[in-house]
């Protein structure tokens, strides 16, 4: 059982920066891929990144790859998404998720995959 909190959401200008915070509790934390979803206003899931149980693969959506970077510290349990050059297009409820994916299999952007979810922080970019 894992459960995921994100933080960090809020409200910033066109071409402006967030850092994005999963910070996750339960066992084996680094067993688990952990990707980055959004859901913007009446639209579907969409994959943004993901990384992978160790950390050593990254995979990126090409509408944020160049602009948004994922991280993991496996010592604090911690996922952080730095996103930049940030546009109203980036606009959604932000989740992360955690997909059982041990040692180095590589992570996967299907969002059925995933078994465990935050509840979802807020990214609003104002033109």
């Known amino acids: 059982q894992v459960q995921l909190v994100e933080s960090g959401g809020g409200t910033v200008q066109a071409g402006g920066s967030l850092r994005l915070s999963c910070s996750a509790s339960?066992?084996?934390?680094?067993?688990?891929?952990v990707g980055w979803f959004r859901q913007a206003p009446g639209k579907e899931h969409e994959f943004a990144a993901v990384i992978s149980s160790r950390g050593g693969i990254t995979d990126y959506a090409d509408s944020v790859k160049g602009r948004f970077t994922i991280s993991r510290d496996n010592a604090k349990n911690t996922v952080y998404l730095q996103m930049n050059s940030l546009n109203p297009e980036d606009t959604a409820i932000y989740y992360c998720?955690?997909?059982?994916?041990?040692?180095?299999?590589?992570?996967?952007?299907?969002?059925?995959?995933?078994?465990?979810w935050g509840q979802g922080t807020q990214v609003t970019v104002s033109s």
């Open positions: 998720a955690a997909d059982y994916r041990p040692f180095t299999a590589a992570p996967r952007r299907v969002k059925e995959e995933y078994d465990y």
């Open positions: 339960g066992r084996a934390f680094d067993s688990y891929a």
